[in-house]
């Protein structure tokens, strides 16, 4: 149980995370969402994009990471650890879009999840994406918005502005109504699931979209590639 300070930076899910690259100028420019809280090795952190964070590793390890505070303005919270490697070899098929963030000593992650609604319980461990399954999310752009999955085996070429990469067994979610599930700036934000009368459980995270489709890595898998479990 985390005791948490007074001077603290309490950073929760869906927050917004900012990037610093001092060699290209940049600083404090928002990104993505904090996604699923995590620990590697014994030490807190949590879940982003790895095209958002890492660049696949065109941001080296250790780059600072931030959050929009309620100011408004940027703040560190942590530094880039790992992300798992696009490969970008002919054949090769990548499993996920997928990167860890360490948080700073001065940092308390706190499971929060009061953006999906408080009246539902969110059981905090990995689940199965399921076909037609209803899922939620709470992202930075977007807000709180529902869907269903399309299917769990989506294979999908992405352009990104490094290289060019193919992404295989996704996960591919189609919003409600006539509003895409997700939209830029999403990206890193969790996805649960929302069956009636079940509690919600975290099942994948959310890395881009097209034609009004967001497509998502499978969260068990992301967990697996960066070997880090969810924090408890």
């Not at 509003?179 to 009636?196: C, H, I, N, Q, Y």
């Not at 497509?215 to 697996?224: G, K, N, Y």
Request: proline content about 6%.
């Amino acid at each position: 149980m985390t005791t948490e300070r007074s001077n603290a930076i309490i950073a929760v899910p869906s927050a917004v995370i900012t990037l610093t690259d001092t060699r290209r100028g940049i600083q404090g420019v928002e990104c993505g969402a904090l996604g699923a809280l995590v620990v590697k090795d014994g030490q807190p952190g949590f879940l982003a994009c790895n095209h958002v964070v890492a660049l696949n590793g065109r941001m080296p390890a250790g780059n600072p990471i931030g959050m929009r505070m309620a100011n408004g303005l940027s703040r560190r919270i942590g530094a880039l650890a790992a992300w798992d490697f696009l490969d970008d070899s002919p054949g090769a098929v990548n499993p996920t879009d997928s990167a860890v963030v360490l948080f700073d000593p001065d940092v308390v992650p706190r499971l929060d999840f009061a953006g999906l609604g408080g009246a539902r319980e969110v059981r905090y461990r990995s689940a199965a994406p399921q076909p037609g399954g209803r899922v939620i999310k709470y992202g930075p752009n977007t807000g709180l918005t529902r869907g269903w999955i399309e299917t769990v085996d989506h294979s999908q070429l992405m352009y990104y502005d490094f290289g060019t990469y193919y992404l295989g067994a996704q996960v591919v979610i189609r919003g409600d109504g006539s509003e895409p599930f997700s939209r830029k700036g999403d990206s890193g934000a969790l996805v649960f699931t929302d069956g009636e009368g079940f509690p919600r459980e975290p099942v994948a995270m959310v890395w881009g979209g097209r034609d009004g489709l967001t497509f998502a890595s499978p969260l068990e898998v992301c967990l697996a590639r960066l070997g880090v479990s969810l924090l408890q």
